[in-house]
């Protein structure tokens, strides 16, 4: 098995991470203040990386420190609103479709910041992502349920950070990149937490657990698997890969959760699903060069007799 191949195993296992990681958020915040449990999980997380990295991170420059910083900090808005939504939430499954849907939102959002180009498939994709939308969070009365709503508003923030991710991250190494971000989002959660939260008197044992999980697998152990796969695999199948994200986190939520969804749900899960698809129109040609060659020659062939 050559090292890529390994690598997109390890992207593989990253969006099956990231999608029990909701499940984690869901039970801690069950017993436990949204914006205390996001607090203590990404400071946790982000010394554990910090423990990897602190030779490096003694080598950024001031700017890079600054951008570093900047960059989570619209991490740890999107992250708050993201949290609060789960903990709110009666159906992740909806949640996590919903959410996904930065991907859709990337390109626009630079656009806006950075002028960036807007490819053709994501204009294609966007009416199938609003009806998919419309499908899954609005109700008879057509308002969305605030929980809905604020996964809509935390999946902004999320193209954002990506968005300064590409445009401030790329001389920063990964590790102390990540390990800067993931500290300010546990400093946002904590300080967030300290002004808008109060203690309850207990705690059960089990959220603690919760937590536990959440810190090293779906936070540290992911981060880290996702940034030594990205590192080695094909960017072509790494992209088509995290698009299934949303799609264990519904299968999770239904076999954990217990939660079921109406034929609407599932119709507007499908159509977000080909709307991401869709975005990944070019890379899911490149999985099949061969096939593609194929296909165009015997398009040409056939053009030349007419």
């Known amino acids: 098995m050559t090292q890529t191949n390994k690598a997109d195993i390890v992207v593989f296992l990253t969006t099956i991470l990231a999608a029990a990681g909701w499940i984690f958020t869901k039970m801690a915040t069950g017993g436990m203040p949204a914006l205390l449990f996001l607090g203590l999980r990404f400071t946790c997380a982000g010394l554990v990386v910090l423990l990897f990295c602190t030779k490096q991170l003694k080598q950024l420059s001031g700017k890079q420190l600054l951008m570093a910083t900047q960059t989570g900090l619209v991490q740890a808005i999107g992250l708050a609103i993201w949290v609060t939504a789960i903990s709110l939430s009666e159906q992740l499954s909806e949640g996590a479709f919903i959410t996904s849907t930065l991907v859709i939102m990337v390109p626009f959002v630079g656009r806006l910041f950075f002028g960036t180009s807007i490819q053709r498939e994501v204009l294609i994709a966007l009416p199938l992502a609003c009806a998919g939308l419309a499908l899954l969070a609005l109700d008879t009365s057509w308002q969305f349920e605030p929980a809905q709503l604020l996964f ?97 986190t519904s299968l999770l939520s239904v076999l954990w959760l217990g939660e079921s969804l109406t034929g609407r749900n599932i119709a507007g899960c499908l159509i977000i699903l080909a709307a991401l698809l ?17 296909a165009i020659d015997t398009f040409c062939e056939a053009k030349q007799k007419y």
Do not use: C
């Open 278 to 294: 869709i975005t990944r129109y070019q890379q899911l040609l490149d999985l099949f060069p061969e096939k593609n060659a194929a």
């Open 152 to 248: 809509l508003t935390s999946a902004l923030f999320f193209a954002l950070h990506i968005n300064l991710l590409s445009h401030f991250g790329k001389g920063i190494p990964a590790l102390p990149m990540t390990s800067i971000q993931l500290l300010t989002v546990g400093m946002v959660g904590l300080l967030g937490f300290s002004l808008f939260e109060t203690l309850p008197a207990s705690i059960s044992p089990d959220i603690w657990w919760w937590l536990t999980a959440s810190v090293l697998l779906a936070t540290s152990l992911r981060y880290f698997l996702q940034t030594w796969g990205f590192k080695y695999s094909n960017p072509t199948y790494a992209a088509v890969i995290m698009i299934l994200e949303p799609v264990w």
